[in-house]
């Protein structure tokens, strides 16, 4: 280790860097585990907002001026060469593989290696909260952030430090975080898609300044010229830490993934982790709180998971991306393959290609691999290889869908609907009419026995749907075999919609007799919910209730069916169920990429169960 690298480096930070990178795959591949592990992404923001402000002023310090040129050289030397080596990687081996994994690859691959993914992901409309078909560089608005961040506040700080009093620099940075929180929290609470709000540098910059405001805060600290600090200041700020560790590890674990709650869960997050760095500075002595810290966040494997943190935290979420479309195995399995191999990628791009890049730059690095090329034979080979891997990228950015094939599915039900080819006479090309036996997989629960005067089956001019996706996919399928129904269905809708489109009905005068109320795969849905369904229908009407179905990380599914089956079999007078899940299980190469959609033979069944359900009344 170098004089210089000694100088710099903070004990225990490393290790803080592992805290939050393992936040960041617990949220992303153990679902369940750390509901809010997002918050590893804020905790990433305060170190860097921390760390770049301290060399900086340390710079100023020592030399008397800031460098911007150098310090943005050294930038791209320790990020661009990681994030380029990755996302072309990924890129190949998403295209290779094929699938939804592959979609949008052109604009994606852009974002990631310019540093603005962030605003393309907005520019393009696409949601960082989207469950059922993820993007292959989603994570990639991070970096996105911290780039710009990077471009833009050592202009800044050299303002700051030129010309504001050192006592007044920390607020400064306090009320950029402040401004910044703020313009989060309004667009959370009245943007229709809060991904503008959490992706946004200027809405998610408040955890970089907060960091920013703790270096200002303590003026000549990395230059060794600070004043030491009291016994009592080392126990107050252990305890600090302490208490900081404490609460990112609360808020990551027990607070619900509820996008209402994300404002508040990364501003705390961002305070707990500045509080930690405080008790890990120089400044501090190793009295007992703070020496059992740096025990825990400086030992060899924190340190060593954390020095390649950034590119496990590149790796991880493409490799499950592909992994999550393209395998049928368990969240564990594929939890447990891609953390493994993503810490062997990050670790062979930290040595291999990262350090090399970071000590002799680009050029010198780009004169050593010709170096070792130059036998006829390696350069065959390599100029082969070469060819091979450009053709397939080139290939890739080419023919990458721009739509996931659940997205065409919907797309094909609606143009149906729209264009008038549903058939408005039900016997006409349906796989199965209304009077025919319940289709495969579907729910043999034992019919009530007909009375005196038989109930006719409900025509489609009685039944009003509220629906999701799945519905809106199935439009035309619903319309062959139920002429008439009134189908209001959207991408994303959930429960908590309901309730006021039901009361719009109400007030309209167009709920009819029969509701079927289809929202279970996107969120759950609990017996109040459906308390609250038949009391607004009222008794005189019918509610018909579709289960969902998803893959094993939308853990919000089975409580619901639960309920669901619950409810019906506390009132078979008034609910039914549409057993999708039990269906969608039993043909799933009806699905499409992201195991939740039916594709157009499976809107069919979906459509014959709703009818199974409508006749067994």
Known sequence: MTKERQRTRIRGLDGLRTLAVLLVLGYHLLVGVFNSGFIGVDVFFVISGFL?????MREKETSEKIDIRAFWVRRI???VPAVVVATLSVVWLARVVGGDSAVQLRWQSLGAVTGTYNWLEVAYHSSYFERQSPMLLTNMWSLAVEQQFYLVWPLVLVLI???VSWRFRPHIALGLAALSFGANVVMTYTGKDITRAYVGTDTHSFGLMIGAALALSLPRLLSGKRKPLSDTQVRRYGIYGWLGLLVIIALAAFVPDDPRFYPWVMLGASVASAALIRAMLPDMRPLLSVATLWEIFDSRPMRWIGERSYGIYLWHWPLWVIAYYSLRLSVIEIAIYVTLLSVLLAHLSYVFIETPIRRMGFLAFVRRIIASVRSPRRLLVTSMVTVLLVGVLIWAFISSPNKTSAEQFIEEGQHATVSGTASADPSQG???????????????KPEPSASATEIPMPTGEQISLIGDSVSLGSSAALQERLPGIAIDAVVSRNITHVPGIIDTMLAQGTLREYVIISVSANSAISQADIDSLLEKIGPERKLVLVTGYGPERCTWIPPTNAAIREAAD????QIRVVDWETIAA??????AGDRVHPNTEGTGLFADEIVRALDSF
């Open 52 to 56: 770049i402000t301290s060399l900086l």
């Open 77 to 79: 030397r320790r990020l």
């Open 161 to 163: 430090l030129g010309f």
């Open 430 to 444: 349906s796989s199965q009419g209304p009077s025919q036996k319940p289709s495969q997989g579907a729910s043999q």
């Open 570 to 573: 506390a009132n078979e007078k």
């Open 586 to 591: 039993s043909n799933q190469h009806l699905l």
